[in-house]
């Protein structure tokens, strides 16, 4: 018998904690598990560290009060180049800011995956990073002596990922141009930890049909909990499946204008459950 | 036939690129876009360029429906750092604050810890900077990005890469493409120098919205025009919707 990984956005908050460092794939607002992070924003896990290449699903979690501390290269909705609640967290000094070059930010992720305390680069050198974050260390290269930043392996507790299919035991496949870094993610967090959501989960044998055998870059060795969830990107882009709904992204954006319309945002599209979110969006 | 400003705009970006050769030339931003892709149909034909998402394109027009790209390579994002970490990429990156010696800012304005205004963050400024040539586009040209010093440095400029001797051998800040003027960084210690003004614009404006000392000569140029070649493929070719014209309208 094989084992099924199957289990609910719910079944995936119940093995978060409060205080863990979790990492979200995609990339600004493309490919988001945004139905396990309204998931999470409904909970009452809090006092997060969140690792990012930020978008809706950092802004979210910050205007929910669930963050602590933000990691990150960047944050963007992609067609509105700010993230509004991101930026209305870092301004009322709400949240710890941890920040990296995306170059460091892909190392750190390796160095978790491969299990070495750090790998080096160039990148940093001379610049305010090094100050404004003091993780990030200079050390003379054992070979050549060549002065090289250290970039320390990102300590996870756990990863949330959005791929477009999977099989029930954890396989899985992105369709779209870019993997961004969902599979280095699976690969950094600690076994027990490491979970998606899919549009659809076929059977292992119709899986790699579904695409092209490149895009099958999930294996059930990276992942412990699989959660159907079509429409869980939603709004984020998730191509080819639906493309990213721009008037929803707007209104999620204004509701960072005042308390009072987050408070409305956040009862009409968060409080209300998965399932009444995707039939008030695909009605 | 009229030039307008935003099309000295494109020919002076695709100047920054000229020499290159076959590397990942990446203009961010709509005019800079047009400009590489002016360069390249034109005077430096072997650049490799992205269509902005995960491919390298081969075609002419700054923007190609999905279906009528000519791709080349798939470029995720993660293959990004093999050009840059190798020494092949040229990028030209915008600039919410920059300085005399071409240090960017585009993460925050104020205090970094508790910043007035929070922007994108470090993004790629750092790894960009210390291992490839970079330039930028600016197209609102002001006292407020033209800063005595920048609140947060993400790209280094010219001062801090000579401090750093070895390290920083790999930095050149090679051109600020801005909708007044051009600069480069030709001078002893590596400050800013006005190279050329656009049509319509004197060196008093030039001076007049930059808030520190510019290196300037004794007859600066003006900045080139295009050629009726160029003129014909940024129309018709590259920009036939005239994007360019609405990130920078015509002074008149």
């Not at chain 1, 509105?80 to 709400?94: T, V």
């Not at chain 1, 950094?188 to 695409?211: K, M, N, Q, Y």
């Not at chain 2, 798939?74 to 604050?97: E, K, L």
Request: aromatic share 8%.
């Amino acid at each position: 018998m094989t084992a099924d990984k199957t289990m609910t956005p719910t079944d995936v908050v119940s093995r978060l904690r409060s205080g863990m460092t979790i990492a979200i794939g995609g990339w600004a607002s493309r490919r988001k598990p945004m139905a396990l992070v309204r998931a999470l924003a409904r909970s009452d896990v809090t006092d997060l560290t969140i690792v990012t290449h930020g978008g809706p699903d950092l802004g979210l979690l910050c205007a929910a009060g669930k963050v602590r501390r933000a990691v990150y290269a960047f944050v963007s909705l992609d067609t509105i180049p700010l993230e509004p609640h991101f930026r209305a967290a870092r301004q009322s000094g709400a949240i710890e800011d941890e920040p990296y070059d995306e170059g460091l930010f892909h190392l750190a992720l390796q160095a978790a995956a491969w299990r070495v305390p750090f790998l080096p680069s160039r990148a940093g050198l001379g610049s305010d990073l090094l100050r404004d974050n003091p993780k990030l260390a200079t050390f003379p290269s054992p070979v050549g002596g060549e002065e090289l930043v250290a970039v320390p392996a990102f300590e996870l507790d756990a990863a949330l990922c959005h791929l477009n299919r999977a099989d029930r035991r954890g396989n899985a496949m992105f369709l779209g141009p870019d993997i961004y870094w969902d599979d280095l993610m699976l690969q950094a967090a600690p076994t027990g930890g490491r979970f998606i959501s899919t549009e659809r989960i076929v059977a292992t044998a119709d899986l790699a049909a579904e695409g092209c055998i490149h895009q099958l870059r999930v294996s059930r060795m990276m992942v412990d909990g699989v959660v159907e969830a079509p429409g869980g990107a939603h709004p984020t882009l998730c191509d080819p499946d639906y493309p990213r709904d721009e008037e929803a992204q707007r209104s999620y954006a204004a509701s960072a204008r005042s308390p009072e319309a987050w408070a409305a945002f956040r009862a009409e599209w968060v409080d209300v459950g998965e399932d009444d979110y995707q039939r008030k969006v695909w009605s | 036939m009229t030039v307008t400003r935003a099309e000295v705009c494109v020919v002076a970006v695709a100047e920054a690129f000229r020499g290159d050769g076959e590397i990942l030339a990446n203009p961010i931003g709509t005019i800079p876009m047009i400009g590489g892709r002016l360069a390249r149909a034109t005077f430096e034909p072997d650049l490799c360029m992205t269509d902005g998402e995960a491919a390298l394109v081969a075609n002419d027009a700054a923007t190609v429906a999905a279906g009528d790209r000519v791709v080349e390579y798939w470029n995720p994002y993660r293959s990004m750092f093999d050009w840059v970490w190798s020494g092949r990429r040229h990028v030209m990156m915008g600039a919410t604050q920059i300085d005399r010696f071409g240090n960017q800012n585009l993460a925050a304005v104020g205090d970094y810890a508790r910043p007035r205004v929070q922007l994108l963050g470090y993004r790629g400024a750092p790894g960009n900077t210390i291992n490839d040539p970079t330039s930028y586009w600016v197209p609102n040209h002001g006292p407020k990005v033209f800063v005595e010093a920048v609140d947060t440095v993400c790209g280094i400029g010219g001062d801090r890469a000579a401090a750093l001797g070895e390290g920083g051998r790999w930095v050149e800040i090679r051109r600020v493409v801005t909708n007044l003027a051009v600069f480069d960084f030709a001078t002893p210690d590596r400050r800013m120098r006005l190279a050329s003004v656009h049509p319509g614009v004197t060196v008093d404006d030039v001076v007049a919205a930059t808030g520190f000392d510019l290196a300037i000569g004794d007859d600066t140029p003006e900045s080139r025009l295009p050629t009726d070649e160029e003129l014909r493929l940024i129309r018709e070719v590259i920009d036939p919707e005239g994007a360019r014209e609405r990130e920078v309208p015509d002074p008149g």
